[in-house]
């Protein structure tokens, strides 16, 4: 898929490790419409203060992306760092810095090193082409071990409007009320607030319910670009006909991307969704499946492959909703494994482990108290996670 | 170590493995004055239920305790289970049954093998000795690979009073108001509200400061018996002159078990105290050292030896507590690493390296913001934690 106007570029620019592509640039010759939602962590990278300042206008036409160095918890240096980064890119492509914003993920707390960035600027804008959408999906990874990416149209108004969408994740992952680096480009002609607020609510039901470690980074950072180009009718307030159709597009996107996240988590073999249903409220679901999502107990069973239920009635009690243990049904994909509390034997248990073989499956919970219904998507805890961050930075 | 009127005892009743000790019991001639504190885990096992009942009286002459099965989401027939296992120990010790308490730790959710209990009591009871406080503190263990006992003596009021402390911990640990398995014996003379409240207030700072993953168990139980015969005055007030002095004495008992379990942790291979100081508020600074202390990046990092400052800060910044990064220190051991919030360089770095191959040290976070104060105890997460965890069952 091509995007008009949009074109794309990375190199190999040295900033970690030699020969792999490490800095990417994303431009919309005609100014896009941005959004962007933001880690909520107190401690944000300088690159993450800078974007957030500059979507304030709701427009950028440039990103410039590195891997390898998060330029976080680098003080006043890394501050500048980011601001000559992106005054570099600005000088190469003649279009005002306010419009350009720069993002980096990586390793905390080292310079970032800006002589690499100077040094490979010419060739980044040399290599820009609306064929190299893959090239910065590639340059974004980390630890990483496949590059995310997805492509939808879906018809507004008459016209074709497409999305690409490019992620990377990992480990450090439990967005909140923000996420990973994610960039979404489209062609369709909308205004900030509408953008702001569609992409406000995707995040919300996808990466926001994504978690692989349960912590949560300094870099996160979702941007959403529209440059327009699609032409189709301009949807200006939320009550536009075509809204909705944008945003339910928009989801999609993000789910398929969060997704994408989990299942290549730090180690991860399988992707599991942990469904909570018959709560109070929506919200005692998602905490109770978020409590269940993040134990350690529970995430090592699944990469054992052992249906152990009681790790999972565990982290429920813990979780700080209140409920009666006597009225919880659960079962692994469509095998009850325990009904109101108790547990349906070797039998359930033997089916259940079947289940676990699979590379995705459900855990449903069901508390029998209400209607609140929530779902959150983890990864199983594998040896390879700790071996890879035991020995990141070696 | 001797304590008048105490006897203990254990046998290999094939609960769940052959052939090792698996059942327990503590017995005091005397009835003791007794006091507990449990999980606040809303899953609760049967025995917990019912010893929480038991305990309101304030007073013990019996414990039975059990490896291998929880007794855990086992409905009624586990509740049933629990209290058959309490008469049974009652008929053959001729002791009120409402004397007698229950303990089980080991898989949640399979029905407790009363027949092992039946066929093994006689020989249980037969079996009991002032000498064998260590077969009780070896049958209590499950995936724990040490046994972990404390012995203190202290004069009270001119008589010396003594206390004996045994524990299992090493997965499923983060107690919160309450612990893992840990019985302590003392000889004191202490009305049952002292002894409640040193309990209680020994506990928060001791057993409740420790985390191994941040699961927190059904099975939950401290307890304390105090049988009187050391003769001291009796402590029946908090006003007592010797009150402080036996306070002092149960905490350093309880504090010595937490660590260790907190060493024998699963997978372990060293034990870190996270200290927060210059903190607002010390529930501030316990609440960020308790983040720090369940980040599975940073506790991968000490595993690896590697003194990635970056993922302390990451988990500080998503701990709930509000500080100015830009103020933050950070010391592993001696060595500072993080001045103001920016890394000490490499130098620093191999400095702290150095200390990270040590079995114990501190990290220590100053926020320079307060006078709040607090330490949580955690260990590394090793690839030996996920391989224990994934195939605990089988």
């Known amino acids: 898929?091509?995007?008009?106007?949009?074109?794309?570029?990375?190199?190999?620019?040295?900033?970690?490790?030699?020969?792999?592509?490490?800095?990417?640039?994303?431009?919309?010759?005609?100014?896009?419409?941005?959004?962007?939602?933001?880690?909520?962590?107190?401690?944000?990278?300088?690159?993450?203060?800078?974007?957030?300042?500059?979507?304030?206008?709701?427009?950028?036409?440039?990103?410039?992306?590195?891997?390898?160095?998060?330029?976080?918890?680098?003080?006043?240096?890394?501050?500048?760092?980011?601001?000559?980064?992106?005054?570099?890119?600005?000088?190469?492509?003649?279009?005002?810095?306010?419009?350009?914003?720069?993002?980096?993920?990586?390793?905390?707390?080292?310079?970032?090193?800006?002589?690499?960035?100077?040094?490979?600027?010419d060739a980044l804008v040399a290599n820009l082409s609306d064929e190299h959408f893959n090239q910065v999906a590639e340059a974004i990874l980390t630890t990483d071990t496949v590059p995310k990416t997805v492509a939808r149209t879906v018809v507004i108004g008459g016209k074709e409007v497409n999305f690409m969408g490019m992620a990377k994740g990992s480990g450090m992952i439990m967005p909140n009320m923000a996420t990973m680096l994610a960039y979404i480009l489209t062609d369709a002609q909308i205004s900030f607030p509408e953008l702001k607020n569609a992409l406000k609510s995707a995040v919300e039901t996808t990466f926001n319910r994504i978690t692989v470690d349960g912590d949560t980074s300094t870099n996160d950072m979702v941007l959403v670009m529209a440059n327009g180009t699609a032409e189709n009718s301009w949807i200006e307030d939320s009550q536009h006909p075509d809204y909705e159709l944008f945003e339910d597009c928009l989801e999609e996107v993000c789910k398929e991307l969060a997704l994408k996240i989990v299942e290549d988590g730090e180690g991860a073999t399988k992707r599991i969704t942990i469904r909570v249903?018959?709560?109070?409220?929506?919200?005692?679901?998602?905490?109770?499946?978020?409590?269940?999502?993040?134990?350690?107990?529970?995430?090592?069973?699944?990469?054992?492959?052992?249906?152990?239920?009681?790790?999972?009635?565990?982290?429920?009690?813990?979780?700080?909703?209140?409920?009666?243990?006597?009225?919880?049904?659960?079962?692994?994909?469509?095998?009850?494994?325990?009904?109101?509390?108790?547990?349906?034997?070797?039998?359930?248990?033997?089916?259940?482990?079947?289940?676990?073989?699979?590379?995705?499956?459900?855990?449903?919970?069901?508390?029998?108290?209400?209607?609140?219904?929530?779902?959150?998507?983890?990864?199983?805890?594998?040896?390879?996670?700790?071996?890879?961050?035991a020995d990141y930075r070696s």
Chains 1, 2 share one sequence.
């Open 1 to 121: 898929m091509i995007l008009k106007d949009f074109s794309l570029s990375a190199v190999a620019a040295g900033i970690k490790y030699q020969d792999r592509l490490d800095l990417g640039l994303i431009y919309s010759r005609t100014p896009a419409v941005a959004a962007g939602v933001f880690t909520t962590n107190q401690v944000k990278a300088a690159p993450v203060h800078l974007s957030i300042d500059r979507l304030k206008q709701g427009r950028c036409q440039a990103l410039l992306v590195n891997s390898g160095n998060a330029n976080a918890c680098t003080g006043k240096e890394g501050m500048e760092a980011a601001l000559h980064t992106s005054r570099l890119v600005a000088e190469a492509l003649r279009i005002p810095e306010e419009m350009v914003l720069v993002a980096s993920t990586g390793v905390i707390g080292l310079p970032l090193n800006v002589a690499a960035f100077e040094n490979n600027m």
């Open 277 to 389: 249903c018959g709560a109070k409220e929506d919200q005692d679901a998602e905490q109770m499946a978020r409590t269940v999502a993040n134990s350690n107990l529970v995430k090592a069973a699944f990469f054992g492959e052992d249906a152990n239920w009681g790790r999972i009635l565990g982290a429920m009690g813990r979780s700080g909703i209140r409920f009666n243990s006597e009225k919880v049904d659960i079962a692994f994909g469509d095998v009850v494994i325990v009904k109101n509390g108790i547990g349906k034997g070797q039998e359930a248990e033997k089916n259940a482990s079947k289940i676990l073989k699979n590379r995705h499956f459900t855990v449903c919970i069901d508390l029998q108290d209400g209607t609140g219904c929530e779902e959150v998507y983890t990864c199983d805890l594998s040896i390879d996670y700790v071996k890879i961050n």
